[in-house]
Nanobody, 121 residues
Framework: QVQLVESGGGLVQPGGSLRLSCATS????????MGWYRQAPGKERELVAR???????NYADSVKGRFTISRDNAKNTVYLQMNSLKPEDTAVYYC???????????????WGQGTQVTVSS
């Protein structure tokens, strides 16, 4: 089975930085895009950032200029560098991958279990 494992979450003060990592394990033929979503208490899950295998990126307006997504295609691993963190960034962050498990199968979305990011003084 394909498994996504997030790491790097934690507690930071406003203005601080964190780097999230998401590694794909299991047999995977190809991952075409990976991204990060987050869900804060009382809010819907929202897209934070996404990157394709070709390097195209998109970001939520609220994080542009502060967060940077990157990907190691060979390792099927995605990173999210979060700088200038604000209390409103507090949420559970989920890793997403869109790809194909084996050649010939249709593409699918895969999700991690989430990692908590708390920004507070």
């Amino acid at each position: 089975q394909v498994q996504l494992v997030e790491s790097g979450g934690g507690l930071v003060q406003p203005g601080g930085s964190l780097r999230l990592s998401c590694a794909t394990s299991g047999r995977v033929f190809a991952i075409y895009a990976m991204g990060w979503y987050r869900q804060a208490p009382g809010k819907e899950r929202e897209l934070v950032a996404r990157i394709t295998s070709g390097g195209n990126t998109n970001y939520a307006d609220s994080v542009k200029g502060r967060f940077t997504i990157s990907r190691d295609n060979a390792k099927n691993t995605v990173y999210l560098q979060m700088n200038s963190l604000k209390p409103e960034d507090t949420a559970v962050y989920y890793c997403n991958a869109y790809g194909r498990r084996v050649v010939g199968e249709k593409t699918s979305d895969y999700w991690g279990q989430g990692t908590q990011v708390t920004v507070s003084s």
